[in-house]
């Protein structure tokens, strides 16, 4: 009878043991999910008018809040809730932001700002509040500047505001140097022009009288490399931002050279010369000097670019039979294949965060602007049209800009820009056709 | 085997049919003369209203006071009576399809640029706090500190903004709390409420009855205790309760959450939730979880997030933290957190579709965000 009773124990802890180890598997600890799907929308933000703190300040206030709005909406991650939704109106930049008012109208960011000006002076002060959780962005910060620089207030206010939500770097304080083109397809006049970002305060650098090509930026932004036909041929010139004075950089006869790039120092310049029928790729200084030939094939080798590091450059070959990508250390030496697609990959453009390279694809009678990792993995189309071509980064690296030239006889080129993930496709306005363009760093 | 089809009657089975012939024999015969012996049931009483009979006159002088219903037929509107909706017209200028700008004109003679002001606009920004107010521009210029070598030329913008003073804007809800009253050396003496005494007795206890309680007799004194030998003996072994094995194996398989629940332990007790209820929740956060704003860097961060939910099924926002990151920098870390906590919190302002009954089990929530299909590939 005893062992029955112990026979019995054991099956009946054996059976419901598990049970009870099952059930205290189940969960333990808090309630664990993973989300891996979410969603991809514009921010809604809200940038009510900037205050003005004296009458003087009153155009301008709205002026420098439109720049804002603009800024932010056109870089594609937000979304303005209209100031009619509004229900809390900003009076006073020091006024206590009632958090739920925003949250009311589900605005997730909310820029707050003052504009004064004294004299021809103009402060513009500016604070970002996360609504959702009930605290300032940051801190708040001020600029002072004169009244004519108002725009380039505007931006820095919009670069700070994104790069706070974000996380990425700023680009809106930023220039564009680029070719601007009238007239029809076979009588072009081009000249080198150059204007804010977003299309603003366009001004012209050269005349018509000769076609310009391939304007570059420096690092520090206050020269460009570009080549003209001034002379007949090809020939690369440096111009002076600020003074629009320019000095022919090779004048070597017998040679062709075009398609210059600085390098990362702002000293070293590296570009292509053709020399009894070979184009190879060269370096020198920017001040003159000695050149040092960094290919060396019957092919022709151009459009060459540095990496951020200064330490390899990526450049545009036909040695495989058609036009492919290669990547090469700065001093030369062995080039290495990094596209290997269908159809033809020029135009390379190293990132200026050094994590990707735009190109130019042409295949099937389309044109692309593409970007891949430096290893020439990761290939992604992020444009497809008649004809795309010329990439230039953004400072921050995350938008690109490009042209586009629509088809037929009277086709003409306009500046289009795009996000690295190949949302936000938007045409940057110039007054004229436009071309070639090229971002410049960050001003100062 | 079967069933008779009869009746037995006084020996004689009388089918099935003659029982039936003589029922309804006798039903018909009823209703033909059934009628002579009952008697017919009173008609139901009318109740009668008395009226009062008025003339025609009269009747009209009613209706002239009584006040007028006028219904009127609903009109009756035939479909093409129907107003066709308005249609806003486009405008009549055409708009240029967006990726073909407007045609450039013909140039005129494009002469040299006139030595244009190509530098950016003569500002030099200097970036400081409102507080103390911005200083005359002398004062500005006397601030910069020239260089030693050369005089460099001022920033038109300055590179780095200052920082504000610390915001002062806040909310305007001020959070009272509770009064309480402050402390004394002396420990309070707790109140205690306390019921009314119980009555000594219920029952009314007489003299007669006091002195059967009275000891009898007085008790005797003790003898003298004996000297007894300290003898170490062993502790009384602690007497077995008869317990049935089987029943101590029931109660210790079953009683282990209990037992559990007493003691504090991370594993929350009630049921279970189920795998929908998981989904759910995890639905509703992927569709708050907008990363359309995060930098390709934070797109790369995966955080776990945890805190804590009210039983109205809504986060509690000061609870929210950042439990692990891997990947990204410290501040795509911040971004990726700042994301998913918006996520939270946005999607918590109605209150999680969590099941009521299951508090104990999301009461504490970690979330992982990662956004590996989300990223930029």
Redesign the interface.
């Given at each position: 009878m005893k062992m029955r009773?112990?026979a019995?124990?054991l099956i009946?802890?054996l059976t419901?043991?598990p049970?009870?180890l099952t059930?205290?598997q189940?969960?333990?600890?808090?309630?664990?999910?993973?989300?891996?799907?979410?969603?991809?929308?514009?921010?809604p933000i809200a940038v009510p008018t900037f205050v003005a703190e004296n009458a003087a300040a009153a155009q301008l206030a709205e002026e420098i809040s439109r720049v804002v709005v603009a800024d932010l909406v056109g870089s594609g991650?937000?979304r303005e809730i209209p100031r009619e939704a509004h229900i809390a109106k900003i009076t006073s930049f020091?006024?206590?932001?009632?958090?739920a008012d925003w949250?009311a109208i589900n605005a997730?960011g909310l820029v707050?700002g003052a504009v004064s000006v004294?004299g021809k002076?103009v402060?513009v002060?500016f604070?970002l509040?996360?609504v959702?959780?009930?605290k300032?962005l940051g801190?708040?910060?001020?600029?002072?500047?004169?009244t004519?620089?108002?725009?380039?207030?505007a931006h820095?206010v919009s670069d700070?505001a994104y790069g706070r939500?974000?996380?990425?770097g700023p680009y809106f304080?930023s220039?564009v140097v680029f070719v601007s083109?009238?007239?029809p397809k076979d009588l072009r006049?081009k000249?080198l022009a150059?204007m804010d970002y977003d299309g603003a305060n366009v001004?012209?650098?050269?005349?018509?009288?000769s076609i310009v090509l391939g304007p570059r930026f420096s690092p520090t932004g206050d020269r460009v490399l570009y080549t003209s036909y001034e002379s007949g041929s090809p020939r690369i010139y440096a111009l002076d931002?600020?003074?629009?004075s320019r000095r022919v950089l090779n004048n070597q006869a017998a040679t062709l050279s075009f398609s210059p790039r600085f390098g990362p120092d702002g000293d070293a310049v590296v570009f292509s010369l053709a020399k009894a029928g070979n184009t190879d790729i060269y370096t020198m200084s920017v001040r003159g000097g000695a050149q040092t030939r960094l290919t060396s094939s019957p092919s022709i080798d151009t459009d060459p670019s540095y990496s951020p590091d200064g330490s390899q450059i990526v450049f545009e070959s036909d040695r495989s039979g058609n036009q492919q990508i290669y990547v090469m250390p700065a001093g030369g030496g062995e080039p290495k294949r990094i596209s290997f697609g269908a159809g033809r990959y020029g135009t390379p453009v190293w990132s200026p965060r050094g994590d990707y390279i735009a190109f130019t694809k042409q295949n099937k009678g389309r044109f692309h602007i593409g970007v891949m990792r430096v290893d020439g993995s990761?290939e992604?189309l992020l444009t497809s049209?008649f004809l795309d071509e010329g990439p230039t980064w953004a400072p921050n690296g995350?938008v690109i800009m490009f042209s586009?030239e629509?088809s037929g006889a009277?086709g003409?080129s306009?500046l289009y820009s795009v996000d690295?993930?190949g949302r936000n496709l938007k045409?940057v306005p110039?007054p004229?056709?436009a071309s070639d363009p090229a971002w410049s760093p960050l001003?100062? | 085997m079967g069933f008779p089809h009869g009746i037995a009657l006084g020996g004689n089975k009388i089918s099935g049919t003659a029982i039936s012939g003589l029922g309804h024999a006798a039903l018909i015969g009823w209703v033909l003369v059934g009628g002579m012996f009952m008697r017919p049931t009173p008609s139901r009483v009318e109740t009668v209203a008395n009226v009062a009979l008025i003339s025609a006159d009269q009747f009209s002088a009613l209706q002239s006071i009584a006040p007028k219903t006028v219904i009127e037929p609903p009109e009756v509107q035939s479909p093409t009576s129907e107003e066709a909706p308005k249609v806003v017209a486009p405008a009549d200028t055409p708009v240029a399809p967006?990726?073909?700008?407007a045609?450039?004109?013909?140039?005129s003679v494009?002469?040299?640029?006139e030595?244009?002001?190509?530098?950016?606009?003569?500002?030099?920004?200097?970036?400081?706090?409102?507080e103390p107010p911005?200083p005359p521009?002398n004062e500005?210029l006397a601030v910069i500190k020239p260089e030693e070598t050369a005089p460099r030329p001022v920033?038109?913008?300055?590179?780095v903004?200052?920082?504000?003073?610390?915001?002062?804007?806040?909310?305007?809800v001020v959070k009272r709390e509770a009064t309480v009253a402050a402390p004394s050396d002396a420990p309070a003496t707790p109140i205690e409420e306390s019921t009314a005494p119980k009555a000594a007795n219920t029952k009314i206890v007489t003299e007669a009855e006091r002195v059967k309680i009275a000891p009898e007799r007085s008790v005797r004194p003790k003898s003298r205790p004996k000297p007894t030998k300290v003898v170490a003996k062993p502790a009384p072994k602690p007497e077995k309760p008869a317990v049935?094995?089987?029943q101590?194996?029931?109660s210790?398989?079953?009683s282990?959450?209990a037992t559990k629940a007493e003691t504090p332990s991370?594993?929350?007790s009630g049921p279970?939730?189920t795998a929908s209820d998981?989904e759910g929740?995890?639905v509703a956060?992927?569709?708050?979880?907008?990363?359309?704003?995060?930098?390709?860097?934070?797109q790369r961060v995966v955080v776990v997030i945890?805190f804590s939910v009210g039983r109205d099924t809504r986060p509690k926002?000061e609870t929210i933290r950042l439990i692990s990151s891997t990947g990204g920098s410290g501040?795509?870390v911040?971004?990726a957190f700042?994301t998913g906590?918006?996520?939270i919190?946005?999607c918590g302002?109605k209150g999680f579709p969590l099941p009521d009954d299951k508090f104990e089990?999301?009461?504490?929530?970690?979330?992982?965000?990662?956004?590996?299909?989300?990223r930029?590939?």
């Open positions: 009773l112990i019995r124990t009946l802890a419901l043991g049970l009870n059930t205290a189940a969960q333990t600890g808090p309630l664990r999910i993973e989300v891996t799907d979410g969603v991809i929308e514009p921010l991650l937000f020091d006024a206590a932001v009632r958090y949250k997730q707050t004294q002076r402060i002060k604070r509040f996360d959702f959780s009930d300032p801190d708040g910060l001020q600029f002072t500047g004169s004519d620089a108002w725009r380039r207030m820095k700070a939500i974000t996380g990425e304080d220039r083109e009238s007239g006049q000249r150059i001004q012209y650098l050269t005349d018509s009288t931002v600020a003074s629009a990761e992604r049209s995350r586009r629509t009277t003409t306009s690295l993930t045409r110039t004229l056709g001003q100062k | 967006a990726d073909r700008p045609p450039t004109p013909e140039p494009e002469k040299a640029p030595k244009p002001d190509l530098t950016p606009p003569q500002t030099e920004v200097v970036v400081q706090s409102p911005a521009l500005e920033d038109r913008v300055a590179p903004p200052s920082a504000l003073s610390v915001p002062e804007a806040r909310d305007d049935d094995p089987l101590a194996a029931l210790e398989a079953l282990g959450e991370p594993r929350p279970p939730l998981k929740l995890r956060v992927s569709n708050c979880w907008n990363v359309g704003s995060l930098s390709t860097d934070a945890g926002n501040v795509s911040n971004q700042e906590r918006r996520a919190i946005i302002r089990q999301w009461r504490d929530i970690e979330i992982t965000f990662n956004p590996e299909r989300m930029i590939k």
